[in-house]
């Protein structure tokens, strides 16, 4: 997989919202390329509008204008259902708060976007184990969140977003929940998965944790004001 | 994308807010319960009373002069009009005088008043069953034997004890042996006897007892009973042709009961359709708003959801299905209640008093229950199921 072809490319990419007679404008022409097992990370203050470019790179959102290829298909001018078919296939996420179905085990958790792909039960759970395995919960795949730590959590949901084996793994702000130590451990996990040639894209505004990633690319009033390798990379 | 999984979901969600679900499907549970323990009621109530219906003969109508008339005394039926009609009507074979005179009867050496009627043969009797002897037979009549047959009142007021046949009652001056005495009349929870307490042939009774009198009703006895509604016209017609054409009578049949026992069925049918509709409103709104509640407070869920890639639909179904779960729950334990509380009620009073069991409408229960389920769900699920589809997966996500 780490190959050089273009997970993700964007075309002088705009969103604007119309909030009544005011227009924000949240992403002014943004353009960038990211290879197919690349570590990058996406900074800017607030109201920089990196909320808006990671909402459109999970294919939550449309672009006002320009182009969006993921994993090689123009999904910028997609319907609802057919961006959920994309985000179902080539999207994994990863959120800040977890987002784990409460009362329903990690398995069951992990194995959830899958019951949307029309697996079996059976299909299901093997995928799910073996993802909970990855991450180093295999002796926690019965517990339920609420009995597991914070950083457990977030490798559960770190499972999920691994269980369809998605082009891209989004996480949004992932250690913002988590201690030091446990930030350390998730980051030293998503440096495992990119080392076995995940593309990772990761929202964060926190230098440390930037600087875990191999490239970062620093948004400012809906434009990329820098973009460049890091130590790592 | 399996059905059954959804089911599964929807079951583990409900199963998790066990107290809210059993708070929210209680509405429903007690609206089909009350439809279908109504219904179940009701089909032993009408089982009854045509079970008793059906003791009286379908051979005989009644005819009587109305009470409110010009011309009372010129309406009034005359004996010798009896003996014409048998010749002149259709499909009357015979016609006798109804109701009875009360009279003062000895048996031994017990006195009682007893009301003694006309009856005719056996084809023309209640289906009462005989505790001894026989019932008026075709001989009887057509001799005019001083024979009699007692009811079942009749020989307890008596305080008879065994087998009376062979004896003798004396009315009045006159005796009559006694050939028959009738079982329990099963009239259930209608409040009417169709036997008098003392039925002697109504030749007898003709001769003995209303010669010279105006007599209150007759009763007339029908060849086919398929025609009773045409001879009943006929009959009328007769009678203004003979006594002209200013006066009035009615004719009651069994049929005319049975009307009257269908119209009250059809009017308690219609006030539980009644209650129904307003449970099914009440208990529709309850799971409304449960599942609005519910929609809600699982909207980030419902974001995580869509974010993973579930559709519109998939999320529509999922809720969809939850509220339906919901109200078969309700349904299915409103159903078995109902049947239950049903079939408890009727053992306990109807059947007892009737001795008609009627079987339980389980066909008619199953539909009322699942029809009940499909309408809340359509009319009360849908919206809520169509709120959480429609949701912005971003907002949805942010929400807290």
């Known amino acids: ?64 204008s320009g182009q969006y290829f993921l994993d090689g298909t123009d999904v910028s ?26 009362r329903t085990s990690a398995m069951k958790n992990v194995a959830l976007p899958l019951f949307y792909a029309g697996l079996s039960g059976k299909a299901r759970n093997a995928a799910a184990s073996d993802r909970l395995r990855e991450v180093g919960l295999g002796d926690r795949m019965d517990h339920k969140p609420s009995e597991l730590s914070g950083g457990q959590q977030q490798r559960v949901a770190i499972a999920r977003a ?72 | 994308m399996r059905i059954s999984q959804y089911f599964a979901e929807a079951f583990a969600v409900l199963a998790a807010n066990r107290i809210r679900t059993i708070l929210t499907a209680l509405g429903l549970i007690i609206g089909v319960t009350a439809v279908i323990s109504i219904q179940v009621l009701g089909a032993g109530m009408a089982g009854a009373v045509s079970g008793i219906l059906g003791a009286a003969s379908d051979r005989t109508f009644v005819v009587l002069p109305n009470q409110q008339q010009a011309d009372f005394t010129r309406a009034a039926i005359r004996l010798s009009d009896l003996q014409r009609a048998k010749d002149e009507i259709p499909n009357v074979i015979d016609a006798m005088p109804a109701g009875g005179q009360n009279l003062q009867a000895a048996y031994g050496h017990s006195h009682r008043r007893l009301t003694l009627g006309a009856g005719a043969d056996e084809r023309f009797a209640t289906a009462t069953p005989l505790r001894y002897g026989r019932k008026l037979s075709a001989d009887d009549i057509v001799a005019g034997r001083h024979v009699c047959v007692l009811s079942d009142r009749a020989y307890t007021k008596l305080a008879i004890s065994g087998d009376p046949t062979g004896g003798s009652l004396r009315v009045g001056d006159r005796r009559f042996t006694i050939i028959g005495v009738l079982g329990v009349d099963q009239t259930g929870i209608l409040p009417i006897s169709f036997n008098q307490d003392v039925t002697i042939p109504y030749t007898t009774y003709e001769r003995e007892f209303a010669r010279g009198r105006a007599i209150l009703f007759a009763r007339f006895l029908l060849q086919d009973p398929s025609r009773v509604e045409q001879t009943e016209a006929d009959t ?23 009307k009257a026992v269908d119209g009250i069925f059809a009017g308690i049918t219609l006030i539980v359709a009644l209650i129904g509709a307003v449970s099914l409103l009440v208990a529709g709104i309850g799971i409304l708003n449960i599942m609005l509640v519910s929609v809600a407070e699982r909207t980030r869920e419902i974001g995580l959801r869509k974010a993973i890639g579930a559709t519109r639909f998939q999320i529509l179904l999922q ?13 299915i334990v409103g159903m078995l209640f109902g049947i239950l509380i049903g079939a408890l009620v009727n053992d306990l009073a109807i059947v007892k008093l009737s001795g008609v069991v009627a079987p339980i409408p389980w066909l008619r229960s199953i539909l009322i229950a699942t029809g009940f389920a499909t309408v809340v769900t359509l009319v009360f699920g849908t919206y809520p199921a169509w709120r959480a589809a429609t949701l912005d997966p971003i907002e949805a996500l942010r929400y807290e």
């Open chain 1, 1 to 64: 997989m780490n190959d050089s072809r273009q997970a993700i490319e964007l075309w002088n990419v705009t969103k604007t919202y119309e909030l009544g007679e005011v227009k924000v404008e949240a992403l002014r022409g943004v353009s960038f390329t990211i290879r197919s097992g690349e570590y990058v990370a996406i900074m800017g203050p607030s109201g920089s509008g990196k909320s808006t470019l990671m909402n459109l790179l999970g294919c939550l959102d449309r672009p006002t």
């Open chain 1, 77 to 102: 001018t997609l319907g609802d259902d057919q961006l959920a078919a994309i985000r179902l296939k080539k999207l994994g996420f990863v959120f800040q708060g977890f987002n784990l179905l409460a």
């Open chain 1, 162 to 233: 691994l269980v369809n084996d998605p082009a891209v793994v989004l996480a949004d702000e992932p250690t913002g929940n988590l201690d030091s130590q446990t930030s350390e451990e998730i980051m030293g996990l998503f440096h495992h998965l990119n080392q076995g040639g995940r593309t990772i894209i990761m929202v964060t505004h926190d230098e440390d944790v930037a600087s875990h990633a191999k490239r970062i690319v620093r948004v400012r009033d809906g434009r990329i004001v820098d973009d460049q390798p890091t130590a790592q990379g």
């Open chain 2, 236 to 258: 009328l017609a007769w009678l203004k042709h003979i006594k002209g054409a200013r006066v009035e009578y009615q004719t009651f049949d069994r049929k005319t009961f049975t």
């Open chain 2, 319 to 331: 809720f969809f299905i939850e509220a339906l779960s919901l109200s078969a729950f309700g349904c």
